[in-house]
């Protein structure tokens, strides 16, 4: 091991600790048994890898390096509160004895430490907020400000949660582990949810926050790409799948002006190939396998779209078809409501409009401002100008976001020109 | 760790669903679980309107009749098992036969700290 230069040194350990960090901190909550201490002992072990490194070299694996470290610092820890916990005594006895092959601490071993991570940030007996908060500070690393910013909320509000959440992991004895065969259908829907969400929040951008929320749906595919290399199953597979495809028309979501883009105006040259490349495989992957579900299905959806060379010539039928399984499996009148709109692409505005008609009666989604935008949209198409009025207005009252409700606003426009 | 598992459901209906557990079955459960060696005690109880409440305010005793408080759903039994951890007690709370008409709640148990 060569004697380097400090900026050398600091340049790798940046980079050590942007790759290899939350693998360290799986591995240390798995030997040390809490997050509190692993976090503890994992910034000693950077701290000591910032000492030593410059004078004793680059070690050949930092990984197992820093576990080791984290390991004896936590032992460290440990002793010195023996006086006032009786209980970590035990631990660290175990610790001492029972660390297991230093060896293991740099290969695949690692990679199940990070998936055990993922299920017990996202316990089922954790709310879906907590699991939120935690999966990203904890397996994505982001910190307390980041994720308190891109939910826009406040970062006392978020550190509450997080330690909330770990004290309910503690006492309640949430395990650290991967789930058994036998709950482990049940236990992927609980995490799933939680990728698809951060992924959303950072899709669904409103202007002024982009970077962070983008920087979400980034760290969700990451997530979903951990998920798919340590625990290949076909919902695994349509989740990352159906986020690639959506991520893949981002720049032509919106116009210079941060304006929302419909996706049958969008400029298809702008969609991101590879993703997209990659999608449809993902997709037709899960497709062949038994047991695929909502995600994969979805996903399938959207990869007829991104392989459509425009809105008109997409096939408007297997996407129909596609949403008649879909409901099948998770009926929701969300689903329905995109069903009638691929109908009405299908057969004509008259046919999808009976639909959406059919689904406002129904009352579930008479607040869904998505569901009257729709309507507006179908009673335009039909020239029926008056009602498409009252409809677009109906649905600006109920947007939220700024944008949504800007184009809504155009179209509104357009109708009176 | 010691887990509680409460064992909730709407008295009127608990025995007479086409999914009610017969007490034989109840019993075989019991004696799977002991026979894991998790089981700590595990009990059916009476209905609540056998329950009375005691309450000692400023030394004095107080005695009601009926449950502490009015709920829709009603205590009817408990397990109290030994599990290495929640996945574990959650396995074992979701077997609980009377789990198909009600529901149960898995409390950890609070060690003293003396």
């Known amino acids: ?417 | 760790m010691k887990y509680l598992c409460l064992v909730y459901s709407d008295e009127d209906r608990l025995h007479s669903q086409p999914d009610s557990p017969g007490d034989s079955e109840c019993q075989a459960y019991a004696e799977s679980v002991a026979g894991s060696g998790r089981m700590l005690a595990a009990e059916a109880l009476q209905p609540v309107d056998t329950a009375t409440t005691v309450r000692m305010r400023g030394g004095e005793m107080t005695i009601t009749d009926g449950p502490f408080a009015e709920t829709k759903e009603q205590l009817a039994g408990f397990y109290l098992v030994d599990a290495h951890n929640l996945d574990e007690a959650l396995e074992i709370a979701a077997d609980i036969p009377a789990a198909r008409v009600g529901s149960v709640e898995v409390r950890p148990v609070r060690e003293l700290q003396v």
């Open chain 1, 1 to 417: 091991m060569a004697v380097l230069n400090s900026e050398t040194v600091q340049r790798r350990l940046e980079e050590t600790y942007r790759d290899e960090s939350r693998r360290v901190l799986a591995t240390l909550i798995r030997l040390i048994g809490d997050f509190e201490l692993a976090e503890e002992a994992l910034h000693e072990a950077f701290a000591a890898a910032l000492k030593q490194w410059p004078e004793e070299g680059i070690p050949d694996s930092p990984r197992a390096w820093l576990v080791s470290t984290g390991r004896f610092k936590a032992i460290d820890v440990i002793r010195r509160r023996r006086r006032h916990e009786s209980a970590v005594d035990e631990i660290a006895r175990e610790l001492d004895e029972g660390g297991g092959d230093p060896a293991d601490w740099a290969d695949d071993r690692v990679g199940d430490d990070h998936l055990r991570l993922v299920f017990t940030c996202c316990h089922p007996s954790l709310s879906m907020d907590a699991r939120v908060a935690l999966t990203l500070r904890e397996v994505c690393g982001l910190t307390t400000e980041e994720i308190a910013s891109a939910f826009l909320s406040s970062s006392a509000t978020l550190a509450q949660r997080i330690v909330r959440a770990k004290k309910k992991i503690r006492s309640a004895g949430i395990p650290y582990q991967v789930p058994g065969r036998r709950d482990l259908p049940e236990r992927l829907d609980g995490v799933l949810p939680v990728i698809y969400l951060v992924f959303n929040e950072g899709y669904s951008a409103s202007s002024g926050e982009t970077l962070v929320r983008a920087d979400l749906s980034r760290e969700a595919i990451r997530l979903g790409r951990l998920l798919n290399q340590l625990l290949p199953n076909p919902e695994v597979q349509g989740l990352l799948a159906l986020m690639l495809l959506n991520e893949s028309r981002r720049r032509a979501r919106t116009d210079d002006t941060g304006d929302l883009v419909l996706l049958e105006d969008q400029d298809r040259t702008l969609w991101d190939r590879q993703m997209i490349a990659e999608g449809v495989e993902l997709v037709e992957s899960a497709l062949r396998s038994r047991g695929f579900g909502p995600y994969a299905l979805q996903a399938a959806i959207a990869a007829i779209h991104a392989e459509a060379p425009s809105a008109a010539e997409t096939d408007w039928t297997e996407i129909v078809g596609l949403y008649g399984v879909l409901r099948r499996l998770a009926p929701s009148p969300v689903i329905e409501l995109n069903r009638a709109v691929a109908v009405a692409m299908r057969d004509g505005p008259a046919a999808g409009l009976e639909l959406v008609e059919a689904i406002l009666e129904n009352g579930e989604l008479g607040d869904y401002h998505l569901a009257h935008a729709a309507r507006a949209d179908l009673l335009r198409r039909m020239e029926r100008y008056g009602e498409a009025e009252a409809a677009y207005r109906r649905a600006m009252e109920l947007a939220q976001q700024g944008p949504e409700k800007k184009f809504l606003q155009k179209r509104l426009d357009q109708l009176q020109l």
